[in-house]
């Protein structure tokens, strides 16, 4: 019999009542709970190697450096351009910013001196 403040209709099964469509034998449960904990062990697993960050990170350098070899593989010369452009343009700005950062601490070195 349902009960005014039930919000169920009557003969449907409360919360943590077994499941009428499951399996009714004892084996199939026992597999239907194997299945469960297998794929919750694998959820466990993902989850633990989102998080993870120092082996992510280790994953990432070694898959950027597995790119760079590969490159450098299919073709040595423009990977070498490209590595010499690179360290002119470091130096060039470092250059760069020492000038301006030694015009800028000394004022009085340039042109306009008072006397």
Known sequence: MSTPDSPRPEGT???GAPD???????????????ATRAQ???TVDELSHRLDVPA?????VYRARDTAVETYRESPPTVL?????????TVG?????????????????????RP
Request: proline share 11%; net charge positive; hydrophobic share 35%.
């Open 13 to 15: 099964p409360g919360p």
């Open 20 to 34: 009428g469509a499951g399996p009714p034998d004892p084996d199939a449960i026992k597999a239907q709970i194997d």
């Open 40 to 42: 919750l062990g694998r």
């Open 56 to 60: 992510r990170t280790k994953e990432s």
């Open 81 to 89: 351009g490209a590595a010499l452009a690179l360290a002119v343009m």
């Open 93 to 113: 700005l470092v250059v760069w910013r020492r000038k301006r950062s030694s015009t800028r601490r000394n004022p009085m070195s340039t042109s306009r001196r």
